[in-house]
Each structure stands twice: as C-alpha cells, then as structure tokens.
T-cell receptor
C-alpha cells in the first residue's frame, strides 16, 4: 500500500496564483521528499525535508512538515505555466533507501 | 554530466515475446531502482540494488519478471513472456552513496499487444 497520499488529486489555477498540495503518510519517517513529473518524462527531485525540520524553502517552493499529524505540504508561489506537472511526495521505508511514492497531484497552471 | 540513461525509450511487442529494458545509472551512484508506472497503480517499486546486489525484489510482480545488475554501470529488467497487462512506463533511478535522493531516467514506454 502507498505510504504517502496527496491531496488534491488535481488542481487547476491561473498563472501567478499560489498552489498548495498536501501529503499524508502513515508511519514514522526520518525525511520526506517531493518530486515533479512533467508529462512523458521521469521524476525530478525538488526538495527533501528532514523529520527535525518544520519548514524548508527552495526558490518559489516552500515545504512544511508536521510529524505529529504525519502530513506535509508543498506550496508553489507565483505559479507559472511551466509548473504544470504532477507532484509526488515520497517517504522512505523503515530500512534501506527504498522510497514509497504517493499517487500524486496533477497541477495545471493556465496562462 | 549524463543522467540516468534508459533504452529503448519506446517498445511495442506482441504478447508472449521477451522484453529487455536497459539502464545505465549515473557514474558513482551505488543504488539502482526499477519502477513501473501505470494510471491504475501509480508508481511501484519493482526491485532495488545496492552495490550491484539485489536488496529488495518484493515488488516484482511474478516469475515472468527478472532483473540483473552485472556491474555498477548496467542493469537490465527482463519480462518473459510479456503480457498486455505489463504495458506501462518503466523507470530506472539511481542514488549516490549516503544520499536519499533518487535520480530518474526518462523511462521506457512499453506496449504489449
């Protein structure tokens, strides 16, 4: 079964607006990662947040992590048409460096 | 710097045929992962290797699937015999030592008729 579940399944916004995607997971983790997948391409790593961090920024991306609620959010500010993609959260299994990916959020940014 | 390389990029075959997918990880990376992505099941981990040794193959669907990593720069995923339900995009990813981030290849889109 999937460890991470994203919400919403799909999101459509206008260029310039902010996009927020959420991820919930089930077990204790030491980090959580977000990846982006453009149509027909492989996944690209965006950001990793560790369990002792509450918030992390990278350019227009802001990720939060709430370990008490077992949830994370990805905020994309001032969205652009090029941000149109699927976004996945991924959490490690209890052993090794195996990741489990959620079902993803499909983001569409209209210009 | 080359990323993860996968070949072929597209494969169309008939049911019952053998299919071999190939992956060249990023140089210096010691973990390699094979995933399958479908609309119905999302992204599933099939198998992963660490230092060329298979660590976890619990995601391999059945005996028709096999994977090898004969050296640090090459891995194959074989399906024999192939079935229409194997149609999917297959991704290979690699990670450097001590890092949790995975670097994905462009994928192989497989269609089994």
């Amino acid at each position: 079964s999937q460890q991470g579940e994203e919400d919403p399944q799909a999101l459509s916004i206008q260029e310039g607006e902010n996009a927020t995607m959420n991820c919930s997971y089930k077990t204790s983790i030491n980090n959580l990662q977000w990846y982006r997948q453009n149509s027909g391409r492989g996944l690209v790593h965006l950001i990793l947040i560790r369990s002792n961090e509450r918030e992390k920024h990278s350019g227009r991306l802001r990720v939060t992590l709430d370990t008490s609620k077992k949830s994370s959010s990805l905020l994309i500010t001032a969205s652009r048409a090029a941000d149109t993609a699927s976004y996945f959260c991924a959490t490690p299994q209890a052993y090794g460096n195996k990741l489990v990916f959620g079902a993803g959020t499909i983001l569409r940014v209209k210009s | 710097d080359a990323g993860v390389i996968q070949s072929p990029r597209h494969e169309v075959t008939e049911m019952g045929q053998e299919v071999t997918l190939r992956c060249k990880p990023i140089s210096g990376h010691n973990s390699l992962f094979w995933y399958r992505q479908t609309m119905m099941r999302g992204l599933e981990l099939l198998i992963y290797f660490n230092n060329n040794v298979p660590i976890d193959d619990s995601g391999m669907p059945e005996d028709r699937f096999s994977a090898k990593m004969p050296n640090a720069s090459f891995s194959t995923l074989k399906i024999q015999p192939s079935e229409p339900r194997d149609s999917a995009v297959y991704f290979c990813a690699s990670s450097p030592p001590g890092e949790e981030t995975q670097y994905f290849g462009p994928g192989t889109r497989l269609l089994v008729l």
